[in-house]
């Protein structure tokens, strides 16, 4: 069974003050490895996918990195708006395509 | 990105009624797309893939005869929730394959139940 843990749950940073958030997963053959960011009350929003070992993606402050066991999502500086919980997914090989998704960071970003 | 739209976004209904949730993709065509609900503080739940044209497939412990899920066109698909019950109160989301080789997911902006 796809598992997917994320952490740490939740992570309160001052503007400005660099961190990263881990995901950790275990799937039988990864397909693909998204980030989401999720506002309250809102549907995901997608950041990134990634597909293999050592592929990196970059988004204004946010990027995101892959090994075989876990991504990492780097936030640089971080503002205010920043302030949502990121969501990690796993898409499997041989699947219908959907996604499996850890329980997220709740990320505070403060002024 | 890819654009999904999701309706109502929100929706409070009385206990034993049923309430239909639409989830349209906007610039692509979608055959395939995802319900998926969404408890407070929790994560997102799979309950059922939809496929354009044929039976939806639903989840383990998902009753396909309260969620009814219907894709009858390349860019609709909807959830029906019948004779719903307080429990049933939750967010549900709905995503849409973008591309079948990508794999990429784009999400709707969820609708809120609330089953009084």
């Known amino acids: 069974e796809d598992q997917v843990t994320q952490s740490p749950e939740a992570l309160r940073l001052q503007e400005g003050e660099s961190s990263s958030l881990n995901c950790s997963y275990t799937?039988?053959?990864?397909?693909?490895l998204f980030w989401y960011r999720q506002d309250p009350g809102k549907g995901p929003e997608f950041l990134f996918t990634?597909?293999?070992a050592g592929e990196e993606k970059e988004k204004e402050r946010l990027k995101a990195t892959l090994t075989k066991k876990e991504s990492f999502l780097h936030i640089t500086a971080p503002k205010p708006e920043d302030s949502a919980t990121y969501l990690c997914?796993?898409?499997?090989?041989?699947?219908?395509?959907?996604?499996?998704f850890g329980s997220g960071t709740q990320l505070t970003v403060l002024p | 990105g890819a654009v999904v739209s999701q309706h109502p976004s929100r929706v409070i209904c009385k206990s034993g009624t049923s309430v239909k949730i639409e989830c349209r993709s906007l610039?692509?065509?979608?055959?395939?797309m995802f319900w998926y609900r969404q408890f407070p503080k929790q994560s997102l739940m799979l309950m059922a893939t939809?496929?354009?044209?044929?039976?939806?497939?639903?989840e383990q412990g998902v009753e396909k005869d309260k969620f009814l899920i219907n894709h009858a066109s390349l860019t609709l698909s909807t959830l029906t929730v019948t004779s719903a019950h307080p429990e049933d109160s939750s967010f549900y989301i709905c995503?849409?394959?973008?591309?079948?080789?990508?794999?990429?997911?784009?999400f709707g902006e969820g609708s809120r139940l609330t089953v009084l």
């Open positions: 995503s849409a394959l973008a591309g079948a080789n990508t794999g990429e997911l784009f």
């Open positions: 990634l597909y293999s």
């Open positions: 610039d692509f065509q979608a055959t395939t």
């Open positions: 997914a796993v898409q499997a090989t041989g699947s219908a395509r959907q996604l499996t």
């Open positions: 939809s496929n354009e044209g044929s039976k939806a497939t639903y």
């Open positions: 799937v039988s053959g990864l397909r693909g």
